[in-house]
C-alpha cells in the first residue's frame, strides 16, 4: 500500500456520500483491533490436515531462485495442523459477523503511522489519497514495462474484501473463493478468533512440498505450462493477455485444482498467502548451519533494501498473477514480502495450529 500512494490518482469528489448510521457504524467498528477479539470456542480441526514432522532443505531448487532464497538450509519441524484450503470469503464473514471487525482495507488510513514507513521527510499525501481504499489488479490492454507495477496496479478507494474490484462489485456466489484485501493484520484478528495462528515461512515451504525431496513446485517437477493445468496462474503475455488454459482469468474457488501430496490445495497460485515471518533478505544466510536448524520463526525484525525503511512480512505460494516472465511465485522456494498493512486482489491466507 505504502509504494502505490505515490502514483494513485484520486478525486475526492468520488468518495460516497454516508449516511449518519453508516458513519457511527463504522467509527464503532474502527474501534475493534485484535485486542478486543476474543477466540470463538471452536477446537475442532475440520478442514485441517495433521503435516507429520520431518527434516528438509530450506530455499533455492532451481536456476530461477532468487538471492533471498539462497542458501538452501537444513530445518527441522514439528508436527502441525493447517488448514487445507485459503480462508475463504463465507469464513471471513462469519468472522466479521461475530466480532464487527473492519479490515485494514476499510479503514482511513492513519498518516501518522504511514511515514514511519517511508523516508524522513516525505510529504504527506494529498486528503484525497488517505481514503479507505485497496489495490485492486487492473491489466492492461497492451504491452507494459514490467519493471513499472503501477501500470497493473491501481489504489481503488472503496475496495476491500466484500468489494474486490471497488464500489459496486461483490461477493455474492463466491462464498467458496480466497478472502483477498485482507492485511497481514487482518490475517492475524482472524487466527486469533478461530484459535488458530498463521504458518511459519519454514512451516508453509515444508508443507507446500508435500513430502517431495527438492522438488521445484507442490506436485514435482513437471514444468507449470506442461501437461494439465496444475494451479490458478498466468498462461500468456503478463500482464494483458492471459489466454487461461486453466479456465481461470482471477482467482478461482479453492479446491479447484489437484492437492499436493499432503492433500493441500492451492499451495501454488491462486493467492499469495501470508506467514507469520518478519521479512530479510539474508536471513537464510544467518540461519544457515550444518546441523540445522529446529522450526524457525524467522528474524527478530525487517530489513528489505529495496524499501530500506518499510518493514514487511513474508508471504508465499503465488498467485493467478504469476507467469514465468514476471513471477514464479508458485515454485515452492518463492518468497514474497509486503507491508502488514497491504492488502492486495491476489493476497490471501491460511491457518495453522
Not at 130 to 151: E, G
Not at 293 to 313: C, H, L, Q, V, W
Not at 341 to 349: E, I, P, Q
Request: net charge negative; aromatic share 12%.
Amino acid at each position: 500500500m505504502i509504494a502505490l500512494i505515490s502514483f494513485a490518482v484520486i478525486s475526492s469528489c468520488s468518495q460516497d456520500k454516508k449516511s449518519t448510521t453508516e458513519k457511527l457504524a463504522a467509527s464503532v467498528a474502527d474501534q475493534i483491533t485484535i485486542e478486543n477479539i476474543s477466540f470463538n470456542g471452536d477446537t475442532s480441526k475440520a478442514e485441517m490436515v495433521m503435516i507429520p514432522g520431518g527434516v528438509y532443505m530450506m530455499g533455492a531448487d532451481n536456476q530461477q531462485a532468487s538471492e533471498d532464497e539462497y542458501p538452501k538450509h537444513k530445518v527441522m519441524i514439528d508436527t502441525f495442523w493447517i488448514d487445507q484450503h485459503e480462508v475463504t470469503n463465507d469464513q471471513f464473514a462469519e468472522f466479521v459477523a461475530s466480532t464487527g471487525y473492519l479490515t485494514t482495507a476499510e479503514r482511513k488510513p492513519d498518516w501518522e503511522e504511514l511515514k514511519k514507513q517511508l523516508p524522513p521527510d516525505t510529504p504527506k499525501p494529498d486528503e484525497s489519497l488517505l481514503v479507505a481504499a485497496s489495490l485492486v489488479f487492473t491489466p492492461p490492454t497492451q504491452k507494459v514495462d514490467l519493471n513499472d507495477y503501477s501500470q497493473w496496479w491501481s489504489w481503488v478507494p472503496g475496495a476491500s474484501w466484500k468489494t474486490p474490484e471497488g464500489p459496486g462489485s461483490d461477493i455474492n456466489g463466491k462464498g467458496n473463493y480466497p478472502v483477498v484485501h485482507v492485511s497481514w493484520d487482518d490475517a492475524m484478528a482472524y487466527c486469533k478468533w478461530a484459535g488458530k495462528r498463521l504458518p511459519t515461512e519454514a512451516e508453509w515451504e515444508y508443507a507446500s512440498r508435500g513430502g517431495l525431496i527438492n522438488n521445484v513446485y507442490p506436485w514435482g517437477n513437471e514444468h507449470v505450462n506442461i501437461g494439465k493445468p496444475k494451479a490458478n496462474t498466468w498462461e500468456g503475455n503478463f500482464p494483458n493477455v492471459n489466454i487461461a488454459l486453466d479456465k481461470f482469468t482471477g482467482i478461482a474457488p479453492v479446491k479447484s485444482f489437484a492437492p499436493n501430496g499432503y492433500d493441500l490445495y492451492d499451495m501454488a497460485g491462486n493467492v499469495w498467502e501470508w506467514c507469520s515471518d518478519w521479512y530479510r533478505n539474508d536471513y537464510y544466510k544467518s540461519v544457515n548451519n550444518p546441523a540445522g536448524i529446529k522450526n524457525p520463526k524467522g528474524p527478530a525484525d525487517s530489513f528489505d533494501p529495496d524499501e530500506p525503511y518499510t518493514p514487511k512480512r513474508v508471504s508465499r505460494g503465488g498467485s493467478f498473477m504469476c507467469n514465468e516472465s514476471y513471477c514464479s511465485g508458485y515454485r515452492a522456494a518463492r518468497r514474497m514480502k509486503s507491508s502488514p498493512d497491504s492488502g492486495m486482489s491476489n493476497l490471501g491466507f491460511r491457518c495453522v495450529k
